[in-house]
């Protein structure tokens, strides 16, 4: 049980055009998602934290807009890095943390964004 | 959220426990003690987590100092398969989970 996916695995894009992640939990639903970026050697750095039918709530220094999250059902979140750059290019990881179980966080496999 | 210090990293004889420290001296009364890890190229894996008492499950046991200063993780057969970066996380129940560094577990054959 809590198993948590992302679409696509591994995704590589144009400097200038946008990217969506998605996040689904495949057995359970999810009332908190969050998205965390991390760069090689480096380790997890969290984003933002999102509530189903609310806006999300971002970590200092991640922009928003460029960052964008929608966690529109309790089962799928979407993260869209907008006019994408290589310094962009990172392993996005999503978690979840199920509704009324608890505070455990289950992560994806992860994303690998490249951007050239 | 409290502060946690790991060893950058460890090796482990397969078939033999690992034992990884984490020093948490300003834990709060109400702070959990959180173990995840993360294989190489994957998303964390929850393995266990503790407030007090020592804890144990299929993956691993969870030994806790009495007075909650610091704690040991341990994986009793190490496994070429738990070559993994290990992280120690100390937080309330219902705060986000923030990674540090964590150690860098090799398990040789």
């Known amino acids: 049980g809590a198993v948590v996916s992302q679409h696509p695995s591994r995704v590589i894009c144009k400097s200038g055009t946008s990217v969506k992640i998605e996040c689904r939990s495949l057995?359970?639903?999810?009332?908190?998602m969050f998205w965390y970026r991390q760069f090689p050697k480096q380790s997890l750095m969290l984003m933002a934290t999102?509530?189903?039918?609310?806006?999300?709530?971002?970590e200092q220094g991640v922009e928003k807009d460029k960052f964008l999250i929608n966690h529109a059902s309790l089962t799928l979140s979407t993260l869209t890095v907008t006019s994408a750059h290589p310094e962009d290019s990172s392993f996005y990881i999503c978690?979840?943390?199920?509704?009324?179980?608890?505070?455990?966080?289950?992560f994806g496999p992860g994303t690998r964004l490249t951007v050239t | 959220d409290a502060k946690t210090t790991q060893p950058p990293s460890m090796d482990c004889a397969e078939g033999r426990a690992a034992n990884l420290p984490c020093n948490h001296s300003?834990?709060?009364?109400?702070?959990?003690v959180y173990w995840y890890r993360q294989i190489h190229s994957q998303g964390p894996q929850y393995i266990i987590h503790?407030?007090?008492n020592n804890e144990t499950n299929e993956m691993a046991s969870l030994i806790i100092t009495e007075d909650r200063k610091s704690s040991t993780l341990i994986l009793p057969h190490a496994t070429l398969r738990d070559t993994a970066v290990y992280y120690c996380?100390?937080?309330?129940?219902?705060?986000?989970?923030?990674f540090g560094t964590g150690t860098r577990l090799t398990v040789i054959p």
């Open positions: 996380i100390v937080k309330t129940g219902a705060n986000n989970l923030f």
């Open positions: 300003t834990i709060s009364g109400n702070e959990y």
């Open positions: 057995d359970f639903q999810a009332t908190t």
């Open positions: 503790g407030l007090k």
């Open positions: 978690s979840a943390r199920p509704r009324g179980l608890g505070y455990e966080q289950y």
């Open positions: 999102s509530n189903e039918g609310s806006k999300a709530t971002y």
